[in-house]
C-alpha cells in the first residue's frame, strides 16, 4: 500500500516502518524520499540521541528546505519502565501526531513491535510491518530476479542461494546481482544457471558481511572471524554505514539464536518451527545448532546485549577509534562462548 507523503496531505506525516526484511523496508523509505525531492534528511538513533533532542529536532523549522525526513532508527530503544521515559515518550507520540507541514518523520526498528507507548504515533496505513518472505516467496523472489536478468535457474540452485545468502531482499538483490555479471555471457540471450555453479562461486566469492561473520562466529574460528572483519571494514569507502549495518546484521543473527534457544527449551525443534524463525535450509539449521552448542541462551542475550554497547560505541567515537572497538566487540564474544 502506498503511503501518503506530506506533500500529498498538505501537512507532516508520521510512520512506523518495523520487522527484519530490511530491503522491502528501504525500498519503502527510499519511495517516501524520492517523493519529497530536495528535502532535508536526518538520521537519529534512539537509546542514543535523548528523547528531548528528538522531538527539538522535529519540531525545529528549517529555513533552507521546504520539506524534512527524520529517521529514527533502532526504535525499540524507547523504553517506559520508569515514569520519566512513560512522560517522554507520551511527549513524543504527542509530537508525531501534531508533525509541521513538510515534516515526515519514520521510526524505524528491526524487532516486529516498538513500546506500546508509540503504538499509535502513527496513521494505521502508515504503520507497516515488514516481515522475512515466506519460503515460497523467496524462492519465487529469486526465480524472478534471475529471469529478468537473463538467466534460468531450477530448484536445487534457489536452495543453494537461499543457504549461502542472508535471507533478506537487500542482501539477496546484491548478491544475485554480483552473481549475474560474473556469469554473464553476451553471446547467450538466456543461460541456466546450475547449483554447482552458485555453490562454486558464492562460496567463494560473495561479499563478507554480517552473515558470512556470524559463521566463523557458530563455528568459534577467532582468526578468520577477524580476517572477516578486516575485510567488512574494507569496504566502507564504498558505505560509510557497513560497520553499523554489520552490527545490524549481527543482532539479527543473535536474535534467531535466541528464537532457536526458545524452541530448544520447548522441545519444538523441526524444520516446520525453524522456518517460522528464518532458519529454512540444512546449511543454517546446522550453522544454529553449532551456535547453540557455543552460547546457551544467557549466553546469546548477553552477545545481544554486548552488540547494542557496541553499535553506541561506533555511532558516538568517530572513525578513529572503530577498528579498536570492533576488535574489542569481537573479543567479548568469543568470551561469553561457553
Not at 69 to 91: D, M, P
Not at 266 to 276: A, Q
Request: charged share 30%; aromatic share 8%; with cysteine.
Amino acid at each position: 500500500m502506498a503511503s501518503p507523503t506530506p506533500e500529498a496531505q498538505g501537512k507532516g506525516a508520521a510512520y512506523i516502518f518495523l520487522g527484519p526484511e530490511l530491503g522491502k523496508k528501504q525500498g519503502a523509505i527510499n519511495e517516501i524520499r524520492r517523493k519529497m525531492q530536495g528535502c532535508e534528511e536526518t538520521v537519529l538513533y534512539a537509546g542514543e540521541t535523548p528523547i528531548s533532542q528528538i522531538i527539538f529536532e522535529i519540531q525545529n523549522q528549517n529555513l533552507f528546505a521546504s520539506t524534512r525526513l527524520l529517521l529514527i532508527k533502532n526504535a525499540e530503544a524507547f523504553k517506559v519502565q520508569t515514569i520519566k521515559e512513560k512522560t517522554e515518550v507520551a511527549l513524543l507520540a504527542s509530537c508525531l501526531h501534531e508533525l509541521n507541514e513538510g515534516t515526515a518523520v519514520i521510526l524505524i526498528s528491526d524487532e516486529i513491535r516498538i513500546t506500546a507507548g508509540l503504538d499509535d504515533a502513527a496513521p494505521k496505513d502508515n504503520r507497516r510491518i515488514f516481515y522475512e518472505l515466506f519460503e515460497n516467496e523467496k524462492n519465487e523472489w529469486v526465480r524472478n530476479f534471475f529471469g529478468q536478468q537473463g538467466f534460468t535457474i531450477d530448484d536445487e540452485g534457489i536452495e543453494t542461494v537461499l543457504e549461502l545468502v542472508e535471507n533478506n531482499t537487500e542482501a539477496l538483490s546484491r548478491e544475485c546481482l554480483r552473481l549475474t555479471q560474473f556469469l554473464k555471457k553476451p553471446d547467450e540471450k538466456v543461460q541456466a544457471i546450475r547449483a554447482d555453479d552458485m555453490e562454486k562461486w558464492l562460496s567463494h566469492n560473495r561479499e563478507e558481511s554480517a552473515f558470512t561473520l556470524f559463521s566463523r562466529i557458530a563455528a568459534g574460528d577467532f582468526p578468520k572471524a577477524l580476517d572477516s572483519l578486516a575485510a567488512i571494514l574494507a569496504e566502507k569507502k564504498f558505505n560509510e554505514r557497513t560497520p553499523q549495518i554489520t552490527m545490524a546484521g549481527i543482532t539479527s543473527c543473535f536474535r534467531k539464536l535466541r528464537a532457536y534457544h526458545t524452541l530448544a527449551e520447548s522441545g519444538r525443534i523441526d524444520n516446520f518451527e525453524l522456518k517460522k524463525i528464518g532458519i529454512s535450509f540444512p546449511r543454517a539449521r546446522d550453522e544454529y545448532a553449532m551456535a547453540a552448542r557455543r552460547y546457551n541462551a544467557q549466553a546469546a542475550e548477553a552477545c545481544l546485549a554486548v552488540t547494542a554497547e557496541y553499535e553506541l560505541l561506533l555511532r558516538s567515537m568517530g572513525n578513529a577509534l572503530e577498528s579498536v572497538l570492533i576488535d574489542t566487540w569481537l573479543i567479548k564474544i568469543y568470551d561469553l562462548a561457553a
